[in-house]
């Protein structure tokens, strides 16, 4: 099981944008499924977007799309959430996971978190 550490987020106003960015220790993340969830407090956890192994093929929610971009880094451990336009209601903290099910959202591995704060 590889264990992730998630880094990147902090306060932005809105309409800004954040990179976040998912490392894994000594281990190359090219053979997981990885993917990005959010959870706020007093709400579901909400899955964002999810990179295959192997093609890197892309997965968004709606929540997401036009604004998030998943990424693999040129080091083979890192992974990468671009976000754009970010909106108060993207406050929340933000995870990476390794993916079991094939991006269906069967998460594993998260670690602490980063916390996605946006207010003017």
């Known amino acids: 099981q590889v264990q992730l550490v998630e880094s990147g987020g902090g306060l932005v106003q809105p309409g800004g944008s954040l990179r976040l960015s998912c490392a894994a220790s000594?281990?190359?993340?090219?053979?997981?499924?990885i993917a990005w969830f959010r959870q706020a407090p007093g709400k579901e956890r909400e899955g964002l977007a999810c990179?295959?192994?192997?093609?890197?093929?892309?997965f968004y929610e709606d929540s997401a799309k036009g604004r998030f971009t998943i990424s693999r880094g040129n080091a083979k451990n890192t992974v990468f959430l671009q976000m754009n336009s970010l909106k108060p209601d993207d406050t929340a903290v933000y995870y990476c996971?390794?993916?079991?099910?094939?991006?269906?959202?069967?998460?594993?591995?998260w670690g602490q978190g980063t916390q996605v704060t946006v207010s003017s």
């Open positions: 996971a390794t993916d079991l099910a094939g991006c269906r959202g069967e998460y594993d591995g």
């Open positions: 000594g281990e190359s993340l090219d053979h997981y499924d």
């Open positions: 990179i295959s192994r192997g093609d890197s093929r892309t």
